[in-house]
């Protein structure tokens, strides 16, 4: 129901903008940050600059809004991205269990769907 090439490019959007954020701090800050701060403004920030970067580029505004955490199916859609992303590595560096992150993973996706994706992701792995 979704068109997947925008939330695709939107689910590359905040690590882009993370990157923006983080080489903008230097200029913007009158001290220099301690690492903790750097990562305060980063976790506050990337995801509205994300949001921009949409808007400018003149993708869907249901992805901008996404990208701002507004409720619906295009922010439903990227937050499982990015949850079965984090499920994902935490099994690929054996901090988990392929089992346990699927059943992490379905109490906000139905079964079915985290199965799908999780095999999708088995099959991307074995063909690279």
Known sequence: RIDPLPLQLGSLLPALAA???LRALPALADVPLAPNERLQLLQASHYS???EIARRWELP???ATALEGEPGEATNSLMFGRR???AWMQVED???EASE??????AHAPAQT???AWQRLKALQQAS
């Not at 992150?101 to 379905?106: E, N, S």
């Open 84 to 86: 079965i992303a984090w």
């Open 94 to 96: 054996g901090q988990m």
């Open 49 to 51: 600059v994300a949001a």
């Open 61 to 63: 505004d249901s992805l």
């Open 19 to 21: 990157l923006l954020v």
């Open 101 to 106: 992150a699927r059943q992490a993973l379905a």
């Open 114 to 116: 985290v199965e799908w």
